[in-house]
Structures are given as structure tokens and as C-alpha cells.
């Protein structure tokens, strides 16, 4: 029984990718760590792209100084 219980648990964690920041705030009082994994997760996400962003601005830069 409880391993039943365990799956339906997990299964509604894994749909918290798809959870607003407002609906994250709210399940954030039932389970704080799956929130904190998220959130981690979403801040490495963003991190990677802000890098690969900060890396093609630098390419771009190069370029305009070499035709200049």
C-alpha cells in the first residue's frame, strides 16, 4: 500500500515542471524539497542559456571590432 502511495506521489511531483511560480509557491508548504529542486533546476536552465547568450554576444563583438 504504501508503495502505491509512493508512485502516486512521485507521479504528481513530476508534473510540477509544468507549475507557474504562483502554483509553486503553493505546493511549496506540502513538499519544500521537491520546490527546491525545481527552482534549482529552473536556475540551471536559465544559467546555461544566459551563458550560451553571454558567448554569442562576445562572437558578435569580435566580429564588429574585425569589420571595424
Known amino acids: 500500500m504504501q508503495s502505491l502511495r509512493m508512485t502516486n506521489e512521485m507521479n504528481e511531483l513530476a508534473g510540477i515542471k509544468t507549475y507557474s511560480v504562483n502554483e509553486l509557491r503553493t505546493v511549496a508548504a506540502d513538499d519544500r524539497h521537491a520546490v527546491r529542486d ?7 536552465l536559465a544559467a546555461k542559456k544566459l551563458a550560451k547568450l553571454q558567448k554569442e554576444v562576445a562572437e558578435l563583438e569580435t566580429l564588429l571590432k574585425e569589420v571595424m
Open 38 to 44: 525545481e527552482a534549482l533546476r529552473r536556475h540551471n
